[in-house]
């Protein structure tokens, strides 16, 4: 697991908002732009903001399961058993302890908005290049891990997932992946 698992959240929910209509329209959602957020405003008076991060998450986890080959593989949204418990329990702590404060969603200034590798450095997210292993026309194979370099180096991995993000384009997302052997 990272040193902090809210890392974890911060770049799912980077990448879930990157994907949204209003910016590159990976997933057919809208909970992040500015008409998901009143919506959803008017629906869960108190509850919003975390009804809107955890519907973005789940419409890109929903597009990657449906793109990644089946198999033992490992996605950004999909860590593997071990780190997804983890990560849950965090995550009930987080949305315990923050209540009904508002987290700070990420934002992609108008500049940064031509392209996804501009978007990801404007977010500032850590990116690390990897050759991949396989290039298909809706996915991107970036590593072979095993469980445990998955679990001892968790930053790096997510690192060279991220970094294959940047192939992706308006309107054409490959969803990037890792194969646990």
């Not at 058993?81 to 404060?101: Q, T």
């Amino acid at each position: 697991m990272p040193s902090d698992a809210s890392l974890i959240f911060q770049y799912r929910l980077a990448i879930a908002r990157l994907g949204e209509r209003d910016l590159f329209h990976w997933w057919e959602s809208n909970a992040l732009t500015e008409e998901g957020r009143y919506a959803l405003g008017r629906l869960f008076r108190h509850t919003a903001q975390w009804a809107g991060i955890s519907l973005a998450i789940e419409a890109a986890r929903a597009r990657h399961e449906a793109l990644v080959p089946p198999g033992a593989r490992v996605t950004l949204f999909s860590l593997g058993p071990e780190l997804e418990d983890a990560y849950e329990s965090w995550l009930r702590r987080a949305k315990s302890d923050n209540g009904s404060r508002a987290i700070e969603l990420p934002i992609v200034p108008a500049v940064a908005r031509s392209s996804v590798s501009d978007a990801m450095a404007a977010l500032m997210l850590p990116a690390e290049d990897a050759k991949p292993k396989d290039l298909g026309d809706r996915t991107i194979h970036v590593a072979q891990v095993t469980q445990g370099e998955l679990r001892e180096d968790t930053d790096r991995v997510l690192r060279i997932l991220l970094g294959a993000y940047r192939r992706s384009e308006k309107e054409r997302f490959l969803a990037p992946y890792a194969t646990l052997r």
